[in-house]
């Protein structure tokens, strides 16, 4: 493999600049290796080869001519739900198999803006239901990280984390619901972060559960994370949930958090019994350096926590169930021709949708049916306002909060595929913030004895993503 392939994207950035390396070069290295690996380790559903050089070509232009954008010449792997004009989008179903979309979605026009480079579009569960990106029609994705084991590299965006792991890509766009930039980035010892709700547009993503949707971005260090980030970032008019919240300036201040004082929560519910102890153990150490080095660790509750599973799994199925109405065999998607309206309907979803796609539908129409939609639907509803208070509460006495980002190591392949319950489970840290909406990140902090890698998760208050980003600088930092 070409070292180059190994730099983050600041480091990239600084040898495009004075064109120690080309950004053409650069695009050939990554698509060259991204066609030896993708056989075995399957990250990308569509490689874009053509379109990658051309865009490179120009960037190396711009480059010369003094105009480069602030992620010029950069290539980056996009997971295959941001809608890409004149390019494959398929959210790994095969209902959107065929799929070529008229327009971009906000967030890769924004990093295109900026010069960024698209080398393909990353394999995923199928419409980012999953957490081990097993639901994708397109095939498995396997961890890099002792890929001989045949373990997940995590979900929804497997193909995004390994893809970064395995050096295919500089960093992605990815998109978290309740968990799914968080869990994999653990699972692949990258950088994974979840913006506040409405900090990005959801214009052009193709919806999951519009209330919980976010975009997110993932790389190989917290700056590469920030700049993408602030890159593509801000108010939409084409998406009225994005916040009209001014940008902050994410990568500059990214050294100006003071441990000493930092106030950490360390919340009760969150170092059960269930949680894996070698997680623990690398978590907790963590925590004593932060705490060696002058923060304040404060205990605190968030009681509701142990609701949020199953609140999270009655409010994502109703707005799926709602959301994927649209895929009906007329407009777009796979058409399966039936005897009548109705029977076209019928076969053109049994045909386009997996399994775990129809298993969300059917749960969403059953909670949101009259019969049961006060029972379950508003009776969510009221349990994820809690679950937010729960956050409000905790942050008026601490800064950011500290947690596991997911309670295991990375798991086989196989090995929770036929129990939903089991899978859904491993959600436990990462659904109560999606339903709050707050930023959060999950960022390496070190390996077990075995070799398997372990993200800390660190949670702000909402909009305080900059203070997300600062705190997880220095956690980064100490692993060197
Ligand atoms: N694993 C969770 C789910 O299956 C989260 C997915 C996501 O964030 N897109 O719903």
């Known amino acids: 493999m070409n070292d180059i392939l190994k730099l983050t994207i600041t480091e990239l950035i600084e040898k495009l600049k004075t064109r120690e390396v080309r950004s053409v070069d650069v695009t050939k290295a990554a698509l060259e290796r991204i066609k030896e690996r ?6 990308y559903i569509t490689i874009c080869e053509e379109e990658a050089l051309k865009q490179a070509a120009i960037s190396d232009q711009k480059l010369d001519d003094g105009e480069a954008g602030l992620l010029e010449g950069v290539p980056l792997g996009i997971k295959d739900l941001f809608c890409t004009k004149g390019i494959k989008t398929t959210a790994a179903s095969k209902m ?46 396997v961890n890099p990280i002792k890929q001989e084991e045949n373990l997940t590299a ?24 309740g968990g799914s930039v968080r869990q994999p980035a653990s699972f692949t010892n990258t950088v994974g972060f979840r913006p506040t709700y409405g900090r990005c547009s959801r214009f052009g993503m193709v919806s999951f559960a519009s209330s919980l949707d976010q975009a997110g971005f993932m790389a190989r260090s917290v700056e590469d994370t920030a700049l993408m980030f602030q890159v593509a970032s801000g108010y939409d008019e084409k998406d009225s949930t994005s916040a009209d919240v001014a940008v902050e300036d994410y990568t500059s201040t ?20 269930g949680v ?3 997680v623990k153990a690398i978590i907790n ?12 660790i404060i205990d605190i ?6 609701y949020a599973v199953p609140t999270y799994y009655i409010v994502a199925p109703a707005e799926a169930a709602a959301n994927l109405s649209r895929y009906d065999g007329m407009r777009y998607g796979v058409r399966v021709e039936g005897e009548n309206l109705d029977d076209t309907y019928a076969k053109s979803r049994s045909a386009g949708f997996g399994w775990e796609v129809k298993r969300r539908v059917m749960v969403g129409n059953y909670v949101l049916s009259s019969g049961y939609y006060d029972a379950y639907y508003t009776k969510a509803q009221k349990v994820r306002n809690l679950i937010s208070q729960d956050f409000h509460n905790a942050f008026e006495s601490v800064d950011v909060i500290f947690a596991p980002t997911t309670p295991e190591l990375p798991f086989a392949l196989g090995g929770k595929i036929d129990d939903p319950i089991a899978m859904y489970l491993c959600d436990i840290f990462t659904v109560s913030s999606a339903l709050a909406g707050i ?28 203070k997300v980003l600062q705190a997880a600088k220095i956690a980064q930092d100490m692993n060197k």
């Not at 993708?38 to 990250?43: E, L, Q, R, T, W």
């Not at 990214?254 to 019994?273: A, H, Q, R, T």
């Not at 509750?301 to 142990?306: D, G, R, V, Y």
């Open 301 to 306: 509750s968030l009681p509701h926590t142990k």
């Open 254 to 273: 990214l050294n100006d958090m003071n441990v000493k004082g930092l106030k950490i929560g360390l919340p009760k519910e969150y170092f059960i019994d």
């Open 285 to 296: 150490a963590k925590v004593e350096e932060f705490k060696a080095a002058g923060a304040q």
């Open 96 to 141: 959107l198999a065929e799929f070529i979309p008229p327009y971009e979605s906000t967030v890769t026009q924004k990093l295109l803006d900026q010069g960024a480079i698209f080398l393909g579009k990353l394999n995923m569960d199928q419409y980012a239901m999953g957490g081990s990106g097993e639901t994708s029609f397109f095939g498995n994705t």
């Open 38 to 43: 993708n056989d075995s380790i399957n990250a």
């Open 154 to 177: 995590g979900g929804s965006s497997s193909g995004s984390a390994a893809a970064l792991a395995d050096f295919q890509c500089f960093g992605a766009t990815v998109s978290d619901t």
């Open 439 to 466: 930023p959060c990140i999950s960022v390496p902090s070190g390996h077990t004895a075995e070799g398997y890698p372990v993200g800390l998760q660190i949670l702000g208050k909402a909009f305080d993503d900059a």
């Open 276 to 278: 894996d102890p070698k």
